[in-house]
């Protein structure tokens, strides 16, 4: 059972379960390495980081998990209370770098988590060393004198589509959906990498595309990379511009990579991009 | 079956199968798509095409994600890309494809990525299938779940509702139930309840019914105050009909601008109001939401802006619902508390009853009813009692310790100063309760006299105040007035009614208390105004006297004393007497007797020939009363006193520290048939006292008289031990009153104590100061030496004279012989006890002793004399050869 301070100071102790099982935490890498821990997005798991972070551990602490409700986690940890907003997840980070005792981490988020880690650095600053944000945005939904991307409409039907999908219904409906003799099929999707509870992916997308983090942008204290991708329909440039702006000191690199998760589709340069900004501020 | 038959069919079959592969890629019964890793579509086949409506120019070049909706990119982009790179397949994945005329094609897609040697992605192939009546199939599916979801959920908070209803034991907690609940329901942006005032009587057609505001969730203290300004004419519009729904629109502007204003600033686009009504459709309030933004959640609301007002049919109708439960919560509560309250209003009566049937000064009991009615009836009590001066010095309390000391403010300082205008005045003037119902701050004003009085109202935020009018025959006695602070709220109907019957119990209790104090008042005056002042100035002597009247309502007494320098300035005539009865008659004779007595001092008659002259007037004074009396004469120079007693208790005499009453034989009482007053006399030393009193001081309800007189021995042995020297009689009688009577004394009580000063004329060191009793303490008591001849004889002869008692006299003695002696033995007894005593023997023995002989003797007190006489010399034999 791990205390973790609250947002209004006040010590909470999260079930019984330790954060190390909770979130699936799975670490690498020399101890005496600086540790890094890499948040994923919404939509999969930690395996997302599977052809970036093994990279790192080579030199680094490398610490991957998953958040509560996706991949490996335990889902009965799951209280819509606490992950009705970010802060919670946020907690979480925090709760699993005490739970590890780690200091001067190198916090990766992809996507919804880079707002997360801005939530965390601003609740627990003597834990991290540096930001690096993966497809950011603050805000996806538009709005007058801000462009996220994203209408009212939109988000609402990207929650019908995690209706519709396969995926979300994979629990209950996936046999039903595979076709009955089509077992293998079912299995398969039951058994997906990026397997989510449905109810907990609603919540999560609602969390996601929902919240407005600006005003906590210029709050960040620490060294800040912001990564951000071409072509990305769901961070689109103007967004990861805006971020740049309003995190006081943080460094702008623009990839190649096209769509959201240049993780994924170009680990190469994102590595690469990870490790300059890590020398820069390391220098 | 023929295989021949067969064969031309195969060979067409063949045929057919031997299709062109471009054809089957083009006209396939899917679309057809591949990509490039990063999503960019390089081929694309006709199918898809057609179904799109695009050419294959404007598909070709572009990336998949941006074919579709904005759902399905940021699918494609979460899940759809990273599974195909984590699992290298995924399958029938919802997507909508996006039409060239913006139109819709929900589609499932089946995609496979293509990788090299190395593993390495080079290709992603993609099979498109039109899934529209599939998708309508899922979507009416999802709605109907969504549907049920929201019918359950609304059914659980009826649920929840109708269980939390039934705990709620206060109109607060019905109103924080419903309030919430419904807030919670509609997920609106606030919600708060609006409760109609109780307004006793028929409600009257379009007047504004007063609301109060019972609870309220989310909505901010600027919408509270429009809200609540609005309430009263809003309240109107839902007196009758359902739940009405009013967007911040034109209307809502033009009929409230501030509260369209704050509601629009708030983000709240429109304004439910739902009726809280009873089961018989009374109109007990209104529950009231706004719909717009809600700052419960950290998230951004979904629907946009503008469509927020909207209430579905659906949740109207639960809203309704809710308030038909409430209604019916908050009158069951209502009916619960007013049963409750009823109870209470029944025993706070029964309590003042009995406050009232109790045998109290109406001072007292008016008291006791104004602390009995801030503890059950009101915060604040104040009576008012008609006195000759007008309405002053009310009666406060109280119900909080704190504020006490405010109410005394106003009974000391303020309440004395109020004019015709106070609601107070106004009750006893017009003869009627007033109510003031909801004290504001206007009244407070006009209540108060002076800038310091409204502070003390404010204070003690008065809310309601009632003031009845005491009322006996149309004749006002008083005023009682009720108020009830914020923390109680207003007065109901049943309060003032209680408060009407509370006034009519004490305007009937005090009438009596009221008639019978005044004839108290009257007799204890008469009986002062009967009573010398004060003692005269005589020379050798140091005198006392006190009168203090019974303690019990109207019980007066006949008792008096006197002292009456006596013609010739040598002699001073005493008294004490007590006229049987407690009342006016007894107060009348006693003034009569001490004429008479007076009158006869004249002559100056011996106190024994004064009693025979009182016998025998009597008759011819036509007074209706008995009377025990005490008559003595005293010649200051020389101690010389004579003392005759009607029936009287005898005298103490305290000398050289010791006291003891004197034999004086009580003689008949005055009013019964004639008898002899055997006289004493004696003469009293110089510093020596007398003690002259009447029953009242020695005789109490509690203890016999032997008690009584028994503390009266030793109290003034206690003064006379500490005034080491003649007793001051003011010291004495003080301490005598302190001591005997208590504050509830049941007769009144007359008290004459004189010292005879040392260094009179003639009072030298000679034969008159052998002293009557001797100084020298025995074991059991004040030893006594007999007195010189003439004197003891004359003691003696009067204890032996005509014991017959009768009246008064037989009532300070009523135990003392056991077993039960003839009714002519208890003076005897006592004097004889007394006698012994001053004999210096056991007072105990001697009583058994004489109530042996009087047995024996059937009443011959001479021989009870001659016994006495010859024990006194048996005992102090020396002595008496000595003189």
């Not at chain 2, 009144?748 to 034969?767: E, I, Q, S």
Request: aromatic share 4%; glycine share 10%; net charge negative.
């Amino acid at each position: 059972m791990l205390p973790g301070g609250d947002r209004d100071g006040a010590v909470r102790y999260v079930r019984s379960v330790s954060a190390i099982t909770r979130n699936c935490v799975r670490v690498s890498g020399p101890e005496a390495g600086r540790p890094m821990l890499f948040a994923h997005g919404f939509g999969c798991d930690q395996t997302m980081w599977r052809a970036v972070a093994p990279g790192f551990a080579a030199d680094h602490r490398v610490v991957t998990f998953d958040h509560v409700g996706s991949g490996g986690s335990r889902i009965s940890a799951y209280d819509p209370q606490r992950y009705g907003s970010l802060r919670g997840y946020a907690d979480d980070v925090v709760e699993i770098c005490r739970a590890l005792e780690l200091t001067d981490v190198v916090f990766v988020g992809h996507s919804v988590s880079a707002m997360m880690g801005v939530l965390a650095v601003a609740q627990a600053p003597e834990l991290f060393g540096a930001l690096v944000m993966v497809g950011p945005s603050p805000r996806y939904v538009d709005e007058e004198g801000y462009t996220g991307g994203f209408s009212r409409a939109d988000v609402a039907a990207l929650l019908d589509s995690l209706d519709s999908n396969p995926l979300q219904w994979s629990a209950a409906l996936a046999p039903v959906v595979a076709g009955p003799g089509n077992a293998e099929v079912a299995e398969e999707l039951a058994e997906s990498f990026c397997r989510t509870d449905p109810t907990v992916a609603r919540q999560f997308a609602r969390v996601t595309f929902l919240s407005d983090n600006r005003g906590d942008l210029p709050g960040v204290g620490v060294p800040t990379l912001v990564l951000q991708c071409s072509q990305d329909a769901i961070a689109p440039e103007v967004v990861g511009r805006y971020v740049h702006e309003h995190v006081p000191g943080s460094v702008f690199t623009q990839l190649s990579a096209t769509g959201h998760c240049p993780h994924l589709s170009a680990p190469e340069e994102t590595t690469a991009a990870i490790r300059a900004f890590l020398r820069r501020i390391e220098s | 079956m023929d295989r021949a038959e067969n064969e031309p069919r195969d060979e067409g079959l063949a045929r057919l199968l031997e299709e062109d592969p471009a054809d089957l890629y083009e006209n396939a019964p899917c679309g057809y798509l591949s990509m490039v890793p990063d999503g960019r579509v390089v081929k694309v086949n006709g199918t898809f095409c057609a179904w799109t409506g695009r050419h294959p120019d404007d598909v070709r070049g572009r990336r998949l994600p941006d074919l579709l909706s904005a759902g399905g990119r940021v699918f494609y982009e979460t899940h759809l890309a990273p599974l195909l790179r984590l699992q290298g397949a995924v399958r029938e994945v919802a997507l909508d494809v996006v039409r060239a005329d913006g139109s819709v094609l929900p589609c499932l897609v089946n995609a496979v990525e293509v990788r090299d040697a190395e593993g390495q992605p080079v290709l992603v192939r993609a099979t498109v299938f039109e899934a529209t009546s599939r998708r309508r199939y899922e979507r009416a599916l999802l709605s109907a779940q969504r549907a049920a979801a929201d019918s359950e959920a609304r059914a659980r908070t009826l649920q929840q509702v109708v269980s939390e209803l039934a705990a709620a034991a206060s109109a607060e907690q019905v109103a924080d139930v419903v309030v919430r609940r419904a807030r919670s329901a509609v997920e609106a942006g606030g919600a708060g309840l609006w409760l109609a005032d109780p307004v006793p009587g028929k409600r009257v057609e379009g007047q504004p019914v007063p609301v109060t505001l019972a609870a309220a969730d989310g909505l901010s203290a600027e919408l509270l105050a429009e809200l609540a300004t609005a309430a009263p004419a809003g309240a109107e519009l839902v007196r009758s009909g359902g739940v009405r729904a009013a967007p911040v629109g034109p209307e809502l502007r033009q009929r409230w601008p501030g509260l369209a204003a704050t509601m629009t600033e708030a983000g709240q686009e429109a304004l439910v109001v739902v009726p809280v009504s009873a089961a018989d459709d009374r109109h007990l309030g209104a529950l009231v939401l706004v719909l717009g933004v809600t700052d419960d959640s950290e998230l951004i609301s979904l629907s946009e802006p503008g469509t927020r007002g909207a209430l579905s049919p659906a949740d109207a109708e639960l809203l309704a619902t809710l308030g038909r439960q409430a209604g019916q919560a908050l009158e069951r509560i209502r009916l619960y508390e007013e049963t409750v309250r009823q109870a209470a209003r029944s025993a706070f009566l029964l309590d003042a009853a009995r406050l009232l049937a109790a045998p109290r000064e109406v001072g007292e009991t008016v008291e006791h009813l104004a602390e009995l009615a801030v503890q059950q009836l009101a915060d604040v009590c104040v009576i008012d009692l008609v006195t000759e001066r007008g309405l002053v010095a009310p009666v406060v309390a109280h119900a909080d310790p704190a504020r006490r000391h405010l109410v005394e403010q106003l009974r000391d300082e303020h309440l004395p100063r109020r004019d015709g205008s106070h609601p107070s005045v106004r009750a006893m003037v017009e003869h009627r309760t007033i109510w003031a119902r909801g004290v504001d701050p206007a009244l407070m004003e006009l209540l108060s006299t002076s800038p310091a009085h409204l502070e003390v109202t404010r204070a003690l935020e008065l809310a309601d105040l009632i003031c009845v009018p005491l009322m006996v025959e149309g004749r006002p006695l008083g005023v009682i007035s009720l108020g009830a602070d914020a923390r109680r709220g207003r007065f109901t109907e049943a309060d003032v009614e209680t408060a009407e019957q509370l006034a009519l119990q004490m305007s009937q209790g005090m009438d009596v208390a009221q008639r019978f104090e005044l004839e108290s008042r009257t007799s204890h005056t008469l009986q002062g105004s009967l009573l010398p002042p004060d003692p005269p100035e005589v020379p050798g002597l140091a005198l006392a006297v006190r009168y203090l009247p019974g303690s019990r309502g109207a019980d007066v007494g006949g008792d008096f004393y006197d002292v009456v320098p006596l013609p010739g300035g040598t002699d001073v005539a005493l008294a004490v007497g007590d006229v049987v009865g407690h009342d006016v008659t007894a107060a009348a004779t006693m003034g009569q007797l001490r004429s008479v007595h007076r009158a006869l001092l004249v002559d100056r008659p011996r106190p024994g020939a004064l009693v025979e002259r009182l016998h025998d007037s009597w008759p011819l004074l036509g007074l209706p009363r008995m009377a025990t009396a005490l008559f003595a004469t005293l010649r200051p120079s020389t101690g010389e006193l004579r003392i005759a007693s009607a029936g009287h208790l005898p005298p103490l005499l305290v000398t050289g520290g010791r006291a003891g009453l004197l034999p004086v034989s009580p003689g008949r009482v005055l009013g019964a048939p004639p008898g002899p007053a055997p006289e004493w006399s004696g003469r009293l030393p110089a510093g020596a006292s007398l003690v002259l009193f009447t029953d009242g001081l020695v005789e109490s309800r509690t203890a016999d008289l032997d008690a009584g007189l028994d503390r009266l021995r030793a109290v003034a042995e206690e003064v006379a031990a500490e005034a080491q020297g003649p007793v001051d009689p003011d010291v004495l009688c003080d301490r005598l009153l302190a001591v005997l009577t208590g504050p509830r004394r049941a007769d009144d009580v007359a008290l004459l104590v004189l010292t005879r000063l040392c260094g009179t004329a003639g009072d030298g060191t000679g034969a008159d100061d052998v002293a009557v009793l001797d100084p020298a303490p025995g074991p059991a008591g004040p030893a006594v030496v007999p007195a010189p001849d003439p004197d003891l004889a004359d003691a003696l002869d009067g204890a032996g004279g005509d014991v017959t008692v009768s009246g008064d006299a037989m009532r300070w003695s009523p135990a003392r012989v056991e077993p039960p002696a003839p009714a002519v033995g208890f003076t005897g007894l006592d004097v004889a006890a007394g006698l012994g005593m001053a004999l210096g023997l056991d007072p105990a023995s001697v009583r058994r002793l004489v109530s042996g002989a009087l047995h024996r003797l059937s009443g011959v007190a001479g021989d009870v004399v001659g016994e006495l006489r010859q024990l006194a010399r048996d005992v102090r034999p020396g002595d008496d050869e000595d003189r």
